[in-house]
């Protein structure tokens, strides 16, 4: 009775938020072609692969953030078995740019169907998979039953409840219980993590605590690295520059990273901004509010190519409303500012930056990544801000001492690396199920 109520309830609220996604959908574009994905109507083509090479490890990732995870695990499943073919699944077209940069050849990449029964189970016996992936909070329902039902082992990798959703997860798991209970293994995050999921009604047996896979996933693109730099220079950004550097802001941190540097750049002429949005469609408010401001926008999409002595003598805010360049900028940055932090959003990820050794700074608000964060404090290699005034200070602070600066960045980098081989156990720990 619980699966049939639930999947009334869960129809219903996809009927109610229709027109949201079909305006998210007009906005973004990206996947209205493979719509049919969400009701399990996959493409001939796709059917006839998944036909060809049953037995693959269904993989399930969602944000940027997550896709890269699964992306570190699927290469190292494959490196412990080479003879793994993999099904993943996303559900935002950000999510598909990035997962079409994880799969190889023989993979199959697909919108995920929406987690009710008939839908999913559509497509599970179309790929009759050796084995579920979900990555950190993707809790669907009906395709974890549904895999459980087929005797699929599932697994729930680089597992975390966040401090919002635990007292919902505790109230509720009376419902969560049988759930949770269908999972092979959960490799979670931190300890606190082990307690959330075990108050929800997870297993405390299948629970292990392997610490964050995102330490394994940030790795340096000296490609990407070396395509910016020819950009950052052609705008006067020289090596001789100190960057700071946005990364994915959200809406308000633009304009508090937008009023520290005019705050800065008179009084520190080497100093340039750069704002990396954690949305592209975003860039034509944080424009308004540069040129608000009284500076000169130079975006990225729009090409602009005139150097900063074009612009009458002021150095413009560049502003790099493209995808998948971050990971570059941040290792030409020296001091970063990590977005959705400043508000209680939960932040992004500031273990990349922290790799590249520049000096971090962060909101009061990485829910998030609170295993990550516990972990760079401890270092000393991250900078975190109770309120937004404080970045002004901590920014000026860093500029006026090159010895902390660089002393701060490499702690950050130290940090990391030490922390990295998580993913390489874990994916043993899966196959070891999966044969077992």
Known sequence: MRWIFYNIVFSFLYLLLMPHFAMRMMRRGGYRERFGDRFGRLPYDIIEKLKSSQGRIWIHAVSVG???????????????????????STTSSTGWVQAQRQVQEEDVLIYCPLDISCFVKRVINLVEPKALVLTESEIWPNLIRCCSAKGVPIFLINA??????????????????????????????????????????????????????????????????SELRGWLDS??????????????????????????????????????????????????DVEKNIIKSGLVCVRKSRGDSSPENNYGGAAPVLLADTTGELMGFYGLSQIVFVGKSLYEHGAQNMIEPCLCGASVIVGSHTENFRPVMCDLLDADGIIQILVDDMLLDEVEELLNNDEKRLTLGARASQAVVNRKGVVERCAAKMLKAIDS
């Open 66 to 88: 997550e896709v890269f995870v699964a992306g570190q695990v699927m290469r190292e499943l494959r490196s412990q078995d080479a003879s793994v073919k993999f099904l993943f």
């Open 160 to 225: 975390r409840i966040s401090d919002r959703s635990a007292p919902r997860y505790a109230k509720m798991n009376w419902w969560f219980e049988p759930v949770f209970r269908m999972f092979t293994l959960i490799m979670a995050q931190s300890d606190l993590d082990k307690r959330r999921l075990v108050a929800a009604g997870a297993d405390e047996s299948c629970i292990d605590v392997c610490g964050s896979f995102k330490f394994d996933v940030a790795q340096r693109d000296a490609k990407k690295e």
């Open 235 to 284: 705008h006067g950004v020289t090596e001789d520059k100190l960057v700071l550097l946005g990364g994915s802001t959200w809406p308000g941190e633009d304009f508090i990273l937008i009023n520290t540097y005019r705050e800065l750049a008179e009084k520190y002429p080497q100093l340039r901004l750069v704002i990396v949005p954690r949305h592209f469609e975003k860039a034509d």
